[in-house]
């Protein structure tokens, strides 16, 4: 007798990512998060902005990251990663500019991890040789039971020279997970959607938007070995 499929037998779900081509603003803006959403991004530098110059990028900056941060609805949480900059002989801390934004919106910080870009005792004269890990929520959590180091010495692996490392995407979707309801991650800048791919690992959908149809393209064939290191 041949074998009816059973639903206590069936094969175990495997995540989904979904990339989607779009300006990112005017997509959430059409979009509400649904339940269980939370946000892992890295804003676009000024360098992937030139036509807004500086003052502009600036503005633009501090808007987009208020309007990610009123997107994701309660309970999610919201996770920045930002590399500083020099620009003009000037000091530009991106996690500054998203405080303001998260201050502006009422939002909570949660933590503020720093991961390293070089070894510490590098000097640097372009980029900041690390970045911010920063994660908000609506409102404090007084029992975070697994915050995960403060310090990461690697971000991991890089897919392209814009992109959060492996390790640093490890270390926010672990944080998810272990603390949060989380079902559905969304990043509204992937670029090649290293995000996206950690996420799927681990066990969260995972939703991109992405301006540049190159990108977005590069996202949706994006395959990375996301293995725990090791010594990990
Ligand atoms: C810092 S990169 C993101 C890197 C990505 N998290 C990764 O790990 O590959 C920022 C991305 O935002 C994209 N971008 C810039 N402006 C955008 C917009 N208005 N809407 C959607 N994407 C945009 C850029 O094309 C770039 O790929």
């Known amino acids: ?65 208020r309007a990610v941060l009123r997107w994701v609805p309660e309970p999610g949480l919201c996770i920045f990663f930002q590399s500083d900059i020099r620009e003009g002989g000037r000091w530009v801390d991106k996690g500054y500019l998203v405080q303001r934004a998260a201050d502006v919106e009422g939002r909570v910080l949660l933590w503020h991890k720093v991961i390293c870009r070089r070894p510490p005792g590098s000097i640097s004269h372009g980029r900041a040789s690390y970045s911010h890990l920063l994660c908000f929520a609506h409102a404090p959590r007084p029992n975070v039971s697994h915050p995960g180091p403060d310090v990461l010495a690697d971000a991991g692996y890089k897919p392209w020279s814009k992109a959060m490392g492996v390790e640093a995407c490890r270390l926010a979707c672990r944080f998810l997970r272990e ?21 799927n690992h681990y066990g969260f959908e995972a939703l991109g938007i992405e301006r540049s149809t190159r990108k977005a393209k590069a996202a949706r064939r994006l395959v990375l070995n996301v293995d725990e290191p090791r010594n990990g």
């Not at 603390?179 to 996420?199: I, K, N, Q, R, Y």
């Open 1 to 65: 007798m041949a074998k009816l499929a059973s639903p206590l037998c069936a094969a175990p779900s495997v995540s989904q990512k979904r990339i989607v081509q779009a300006e990112a603003l005017g997509w959430l803006a059409e979009h509400p998060a649904p339940p269980g959403a939370s946000v892992i991004t890295s804003l676009p530098d000024v360098s992937e902005l030139p036509e807004l110059g500086f003052e502009g990028w600036q503005t633009w900056f501090v808007e987009a990251a």
């Open 179 to 199: 603390e949060s309801d989380t079902t559905l991650v969304v990043d509204p800048f992937c670029g090649h959607g290293t995000v996206l791919v950690v996420a």
